[in-house]
């Protein structure tokens, strides 16, 4: 069974700064990755699948990187409005997401 | 404008049923893969269940054999029928659409709150 692992669990950042995420899998995954951005009472939103691929609509400030168990999910500039919880989730079986992390501001 | 609602959601003792809807407008349900996806209270997400274009559905171990989903092709509208429900049933469920065969999840509804108690 395929165990996604998160971390940091938060992440305290600067406005400005760049953040990075990382999300593990027990065993490869391929790039059979995406990523979501959630906000407090509302829904997840898709940010990137394919382990690099921005989703429609999602500002180039957001990449992702990696493939196999190793994955990144990195904000270049951090604007007011990225301060969420953040999901990896694999789809190279059933879906299985990660724990999170909180990008919070410092 | 593309849309998922859900409803149905509310306090409900163990042991009990409820359905879940989602009324879907913008695209069409019965020729995409739907899901609902849920969350308990402070915590991550759970993939739950699916429904291939062709009906085939599939379900999580955890709510396998109590858990169904439907959909009605007519009021484009996906269902989650909860039976035997549970103290950790307790979560948002949110339906989502999935992206073709590929299992990430591109469209997501607001959620409706099933509360399991007594």
């Known amino acids: 069974e395929i165990v996604m692992t998160q971390s940091p669990a938060t992440l305290s950042v600067s406005p400005g700064d760049r953040a990075t995420l990382s999300c593990r899998a027990s065993?490869?995954?391929?790039?059979?990755l995406a990523w979501y951005q959630q906000k407090p009472g509302q829904a997840p939103r898709l940010l990137i699948y394919?382990?690099?691929t921005r989703a429609t609509g999602i500002p180039a400030r957001f990449s992702g990187s990696g493939s196999g168990t190793e994955f990144t999910l990195t904000i270049s500039s951090l604007q007011s409005e990225d301060f969420a919880v953040y999901y990896c989730?694999?789809?190279?079986?059933?879906?299985?997401f990660g724990g999170g992390t909180k990008v919070e501001i410092k | 404008e593309v849309q998922l609602v859900e409803t149905g959601g509310g306090l409900i003792q163990p042991g009990g049923s409820l359905r879940l809807s989602c009324v879907v407008s913008?695209?069409?349900?019965?020729?995409?893969?739907m899901s609902w996806v849920r969350q308990a209270p402070g915590k991550g997400l759970e993939w739950v269940s699916v429904?291939?274009?062709?009906?085939?559905?599939y379900y999580a171990d955890s709510v396998k054999g109590r858990f169904t989903i439907s959909r009605d092709n007519s009021k484009n509208t996906l269902y989650l029928q909860m039976n035997s429900l549970r103290a950790e049933d307790t979560a948002v469920y949110y339906c989502?659409?999935?992206?073709?065969?590929?299992?990430?999840?591109?469209?997501w509804g607001r959620g409706t709150l099933v509360t399991v108690s007594s």
């Open positions: 989502a659409r999935v992206s073709g065969e590929d299992y990430y999840f591109d469209l």
């Open positions: 913008g695209f069409t349900v019965s020729i995409n893969y």
């Open positions: 429904i291939y274009s062709g009906g085939t559905t």
């Open positions: 065993q490869s995954v391929s790039s059979n």
């Open positions: 394919g382990a690099s």
């Open positions: 989730q694999q789809y190279n079986n059933w879906p299985l």
